[in-house]
């Protein structure tokens, strides 16, 4: 493990367990969550509370998360014009399949969804902006790994927990490259139920004015909408969208 700070280290575990808690947690339900006495506890709460990070409710006492770190991951989100200038063509998008479409961008070996629009279909998908998934086994996250260096994507590919999510995951090195190179051929990269069974997904690559790949879109619904005929059809779509949005934001190939 790197050096860490320990206070620094115990303060953002408290965030992550205040984050899975809804309601709000008392002091000793935290304290034991996290294995910290109560009074290291309460210290370290007081600072988060006097730094707008947790507020405490004065009836039930309980600690809850304020909307402070959602605000400085949106100033961060903000300032990549790829948001506004990518809404209308998943809004397109969707309205062409009328499946879920994604807008994410990559962030070390992980990749984070920045957008989401959904459809009106009954069977929805289980994701959310700000949410994080392994690059390795994402139509997405295969889309961007595609465009990087053999050297990258070994690095990605190290700092990654690589495990069968499901019987379709790869989690061979040199089958993921064979895959990457087939994507970068194509143009386009598939979900095979790799990341959760029942789910399809179909990606695409985003590149920016200098080229680099950016960010990716995908289409994704349950294999029993999204059959592997009608993947095939979305392929043409998700690459002429995925060129409009690389085409505004700069690109040229």
């Excluded at 575990?13 to 109560?38: A, C, F, N, R, Y």
């Excluded at 957008?115 to 929805?124: A, G, L, M, W, Y």
């Excluded at 994507?153 to 069968?164: L, N």
Aim: proline share 2%; net charge neutral; charged share 30%.
């Amino acid at each position: 493990m790197k050096e860490s700070v320990q206070s620094v280290d115990r303060a953002l575990t408290i965030l992550e367990v205040l984050s899975d808690s809804e309601d709000g947690l008392g002091i000793t339900e935290i304290s034991t969550k996290i294995v910290l006495h109560k009074s290291t506890v309460h210290r370290l709460l007081a600072t988060l509370i006097y730094k707008g990070y947790v507020e405490q409710n004065e009836k039930t006492n309980k600690y809850k998360l304020t909307l402070k770190l959602f605000e400085l991951g949106h100033k961060r989100i903000e300032k990549m014009d790829i948001l506004s200038i990518a809404k209308p063509y998943l809004r397109q998008l969707m309205e062409k399949t009328n499946e879920v479409i994604h807008l994410v961008v990559r962030e070390g070996a992980e990749i984070v969804y920045i957008d989401k629009v959904e459809s009106e279909n009954t069977i929805r998908m289980h994701s959310s902006i700000g949410k994080r998934s392994p690059a390795y086994c994402t139509s997405v996250g295969k889309a961007i790994l595609a465009h990087l260096t053999e050297e990258e994507v070994e690095k990605v590919w190290r700092a990654s927990e690589i495990r069968k999510l499901t019987k379709f995951t790869i989690t061979d090195l040199d089958e993921m490259k064979q895959t990457l190179k087939g994507i970068r051929e194509k143009g386009y990269s598939l979900d095979e139920q790799e990341n959760e069974l029942g789910v399809r997904c179909v990606g695409a690559p985003i590149f920016d004015y200098s080229g680099n790949v950016f960010a990716a879109i995908s289409i994704s619904g349950p294999t029993i909408r999204v059959t592997k005929e009608r993947a095939e059809e979305f392929t043409q779509w998700i690459i002429e969208y995925s060129q409009q949005i690389s085409k505004e934001l700069g690109y040229r190939s």
